[in-house]
């Protein structure tokens, strides 16, 4: 079966550094895409990883080893607004969206 | 600027009564998709048009219709509502020409509340 893992819910505190990391098994990938979702809102595009390695835009990095199955959302010099759910999905060889269940993170001042 | 509408946000219906949901796009995108997204849960695909094209989720029950009338434009009917059928609602698009463009643009979503 197809499965996104990724933690329920990390804590952190205002200007620090986190690591939302992701674990998935698809059929056939077709690259990972992280989103942001805030409360009683709709996801957002963060980033979208194919190839093995790190993208960096701004604050945020995404990195990707294809071989692991493994991924992770690095947010830096954290603010309280980055607050929200983080979604990892992948792209299976039909080039369905399989979706985490996301990580609630909260910014502790 | 270009983007995904939905409308209501907002949507309250009884038990039983016809509902439907609306989504518009000026991205020009190929591909509308709709998901039904519970609290703490990941967005549930129910289905998605390729252009005209449409393409239903196994798993969807058949209470659950769409309607894609143009490019701009896609519907979701609830035939039925149920108390389960509570929800955000999230209609998506993309351009659907391969990996790299084929990231998915949500609309602000719609709540649905069953009485």
């Known amino acids: 079966g197809q499965n996104i893992d990724q933690p329920t819910e990390m804590t952190a505190t205002e200007g620090a550094i986190v690591q939302i990391n992701c674990t998935y098994q698809?059929?056939?990938?077709?690259?990972l895409f992280w989103y942001q979702q805030h409360a009683g809102e709709a996801p957002t595009f963060l980033s979208y990883?194919?190839l093995d390695g790190l993208e960096e835009k701004g604050r945020f990095s995404s990195f990707l080893s294809r071989s692991k199955g493994y991924s992770y959302l690095l947010l830096k010099e954290l603010q309280m607004k980055d607050s929200a759910s983080y979604l990892c999905?992948?792209?299976?060889?039909?080039?369905?969206?399989?979706w985490g269940a996301g990580t609630k993170l909260i910014i502790k001042p | 600027d270009a983007m995904v509408i939905q409308n209501p946000r907002y949507q309250v219906t009884q038990f039983g009564k016809p509902v439907t949901l609306s989504c518009s796009q000026t991205?020009?995108?190929?591909?509308m998709y709709w998901y039904q997204q519970k609290s703490s849960q990941a967005p549930k695909l129910l289905f998605h048009?390729?252009?005209?094209?449409?393409?239903n989720e196994a798993d969807t029950p058949d209470n659950f219709q769409s309607r894609r009338p143009n490019t701009s434009f896609c519907f979701l009917d609830i035939r039925s509502p149920g108390l389960g059928d509570a929800a955000m609602y999230l209609c998506?698009?993309?351009?659907?020409?391969?990996?790299?463009?084929?990231?998915?643009?949500f609309g602000p979503g719609t709540r649905l509340t069953v009485l």
């Open positions: 998506a698009t993309s351009r659907g020409q391969g990996a790299v463009t084929d990231t998915q643009y």
């Open positions: 991205l020009n995108h190929n591909v």
């Open positions: 048009y390729y252009d005209k094209d449409f393409n």
């Open positions: 698809t059929s056939g990938f077709n690259g």
């Open positions: 990883n194919v």
């Open positions: 999905a992948c792209l299976d060889s039909n080039y369905q969206l399989i």
